[in-house]
């Protein structure tokens, strides 16, 4: 969900341009966004819209990253696909990590995995994705340094982790060295487009390939090559998301949302420390809430509704987050709505209706399950309204509870 971009859009160039780069590939982002999502998500899911009037200005200091944790491997996928084969040959194979498997592996074990433990390419994608990049790094002979080498990996992973062969557009292609681009639904990856229905894309080169990862659809990076974004929505996603993403110390935002993944959101999410946008809403992802808010201290949008997720909301660390945008409605979420998300300075939207909540005692005038703040939707038969209630009454009670 994404009616509030207005002001996460203008983050991001802001920190695009933090970075050092001048990538005029993000002009489209500076763009009133806002109501391009609106409509592009109304038409297709056909749900009633809000929208957040927020202030635009936001500027964004970077230190050094800290060391990411690292991940464990993620629960095999059942269903991966076999990674493409390659066609053609390069006309001279560079030496050091590049076609040099072993290199390659110790790389990917010292960068993602900090083991020893060659057996984690025994299966899964994981298994895939070093295939393929053996067969990449001689076949492309030009992406050898261990940055390159480890981001096209977690790539390789996420895109077998999510049956990359079975997505709608961006499927790799037979032939390593395929230069065709195709377009994926993203308002964060590189080469942004919009079509006469507001919908916004992504327009790049398909995964896999030989051209740079910063080019594969949906995909964004910093000048120095390094990624800022991975974006890729309503898209035919299905399998799980793969703990490996954590590695990915410059990430910014991270949206996959519209698709048909489940499974759960890895704990190890919590080690990106740079992320401002996790928007992971209308998929089948389940289980509790395990993410550890007290390292994400630069998350300002949380957009995690229509989803099968459980538990209970307390003891996340929601007091060290920067959250302007809050959206974890049509869950199972049960218990007391922690007293700490009414007390984030900055927040502006709270969507948590068409869950088990009970409202804090602050906003004894709210529905106890259908709690919101700013705006309020109560739409079909499976979330209906059973108390009286005026959005003003809540709004206020918000506003008295931070002001005071």
Same mark, same amino acid.
């Given at each position: ?7 996460? *859009? ?14 005029? &590939? ?6 009133d ?17 809000? *929208?957040? *009037? ?10 050094p990253p800290?060391?990411?944790?690292p ?31 072993a ?8 960068k ?38 480890v ?11 999510t ?7 961006c ?9 065709d ?12 487009i ?11 080169f ?37 703990n ?5 110390? &410059? ?17 190890t ?8 946008i996790l928007?992971?809403d209308?998929?089948?992802?389940e ?6 808010? *007290? ?34 409605? &049509?869950?199972n979420f049960?218990g ?21 909540l ?16 700013d ?13 009286e ?16």
């Amino acid at each position: 969900m994404k009616l509030h971009t207005t002001l996460i *859009s203008g983050a991001f160039v802001t920190a695009v341009a933090a970075e050092g780069t001048a990538n005029s &590939r993000l002009r489209h982002l500076k763009a009133d966004s806002k109501s391009l999502k609106a409509s592009s998500k109304a038409a297709k899911r056909g749900k009633s819209r809000y *929208s957040s *009037s927020y202030s635009s200005s936001y500027s964004m200091s970077y230190g050094p990253p800290p060391p990411p944790t690292p991940p464990v491997l993620p629960t095999p996928n059942p269903t991966r696909s076999t990674p493409p084969p390659t066609t053609r040959s390069p006309t001279a194979q560079p030496t050091g990590t590049c076609c040099n498997a072993a290199a390659l592996r110790q790389t990917i074990l010292d960068k993602v995995y900090n083991s020893e433990d060659g057996s984690i390419f025994n299966s899964g994608p994981a298994k895939d994705a070093i295939a393929w990049l053996d067969g990449d790094a001689c076949d492309c002979g030009q992406f050898c340094s261990e940055d390159q080498v480890v981001q096209r990996y977690i790539l390789a992973v996420l895109y077998f982790s999510t049956n990359g062969n079975n997505w709608d557009s961006c499927s790799a292609p037979d032939n390593i060295q395929n230069d065709d681009t195709c377009q994926v639904q993203s308002s964060y990856g590189n080469n942004i487009i919009s079509d006469d229905e507001g919908k916004t894309f992504s327009s790049g080169f398909k995964w896999l390939t030989c051209n740079t990862e910063c080019e594969w659809g949906g995909i964004n990076c910093n000048q120095n090559g390094l990624i800022i974004a991975t974006d890729v929505e309503d898209n035919g996603l299905t399998g799980t998301l793969p703990n490996e993403v954590a590695a990915l110390p &410059r990430l910014f935002a991270f949206a996959l949302e519209q698709n048909d993944i489940s499974g759960t959101i890895p704990s190890t999410y919590s080690n990106l420390a740079r992320l401002v946008i996790l928007d992971l809403d209308f998929n089948s992802l389940e289980g509790s809430l395990l993410l550890d808010l *007290s390292k994400m201290t630069k998350l300002r949008q949380l957009d995690l509704n229509n989803n099968n997720l459980e538990g209970t909301l307390g003891g996340l660390g929601w007091e060290n987050t920067d959250l302007q945008f809050l959206d974890l409605s &049509r869950n199972n979420f049960v218990g007391p709505i922690p007293t700490e998300i009414g007390d984030l300075p900055n927040l502006r939207s709270v969507q948590l209706y068409c869950n088990q909540l009970e409202a804090p005692l602050e906003w004894v005038n709210c529905p106890t399950a259908d709690m919101v703040a700013d705006d309020y939707i109560c739409d079909d038969s499976s979330c209906k309204c059973t108390e009286e209630y005026t959005p003003a009454t809540c709004n206020a009670k918000l506003a008295s509870n931070k002001s005071g």
